[in-house]
């Protein structure tokens, strides 16, 4: 099994900045495809930024030029670094990863908790 640690989250600013941090520990055989998920209450869970083992990445339309997504291969961690926040980046942010757990045949999807931003004076 992997498990997936989010830590980053709180209250801030409009304009202001939140770095989110996600770790994935346990039986880990591969790590592909690390990625962040956000929801706001009401609505459906949107896509926030991905980055593969290649290093490519892809945004949402509605944070490009503010949110830059990062990992760190040898520590098994996907950052999410958020720069210029509005208040409709508010929501529940959650880390996904694709990853094959040792002995598993193939790889699945991994969810964390979820950790909660909010934007606002």
């Known amino acids: 099994q992997v498990q997936l640690v989010e830590s980053g989250g709180g209250l801030v600013q409009p304009g202001g900045s939140l770095r989110l941090s996600c770790t994935a520990s346990?039986?880990?055989?591969?790590?592909?495809?690390m990625a962040w998920y956000r929801q706001a209450p009401g609505k459906q869970r949107e896509l926030v930024a991905a980055v593969t083992t290649g290093g490519s990445r892809n945004y949402a339309d509605s944070v490009k030029g503010r949110f830059t997504i990062s990992r760190d291969a040898a520590k098994n961690t996907v950052n999410l670094q958020m720069n210029s926040l509005k208040p409709e980046d508010t929501a529940d942010y959650y880390c996904?990863?694709?990853?094959?757990?040792?002995?598993?045949?193939?790889?699945?999807?991994?969810w964390g908790q979820g950790t909660q931003v909010t934007v606002s004076s």
């Open positions: 346990g039986s880990i055989l591969s790590l592909n495809t």
């Open positions: 996904n990863v694709l990853a094959r757990a040792q002995g598993a045949i193939f790889p699945k999807n991994y």
